[in-house]
């Protein structure tokens, strides 16, 4: 399926995410109406609607038939025969290294657009939830060469 980082997205088509938007206009299909989208139209709310689930099954079904005409890769394509990972290692400022610092935090998520009444105002929902300090990964590969 095409993306925004696709070059040719037309070759590539849509299909997944114009069925949703197909999907979140059933109710009014030539606008005239004017009736606003449905949930299956936005992100936020999709998996709200219980189409959302059959759709996504459908979508995994056709590629799952495209993945059964292509040939499945080798242990050669996939195995990087010459690589080793030398070492793996966690830093971070100010805790020891291959420590993580975690910790419990307070985040404020703004819920009006998932409701469906008449706007009074945001809507918003505090909740705690497990948060780390910023870290780094280092990983150390070597790749053995072999001349000829």
């Known amino acids: 399926e095409a993306s925004i980082l696709s070059l040719n997205p037309n070759l590539y088509g849509s299909l997944h995410n114009n069925g949703h938007n197909a999907i979140s206009f059933i109710h009014d299909p030539d606008n005239r109406f004017l ?12 998996m709200r609607d219980p189409v959302f689930y059959r759709w996504h099954a459908y979508i995994d079904d056709i590629f799952q038939e495209f993945k059964a005409t292509i040939p499945s890769y080798s242990t050669q394509t996939l195995g990087f025969e010459n690589v080793r990972v030398q070492s793996i290692e966690v830093s971070a400022a100010g805790i020891p290294r291959n420590e993580f610092s975690t910790f419990w935090q307070q985040s404020d998520v703004d819920l009006s657009r998932g409701l469906d009444f ?3 105002g945001s809507v918003f929902a505090r909740f705690t939830h497990l948060q ?8 150390t590969v070597r790749k053995f060469c072999v001349f000829y």
């Open 35 to 46: 009736e606003n989208y449905g949930v299956m139209g936005d992100s936020a709310t999709a």
């Open 118 to 120: 008449l706007p009074r």
């Open 132 to 139: 780390h300090a910023p870290f780094n990964y280092k990983i």
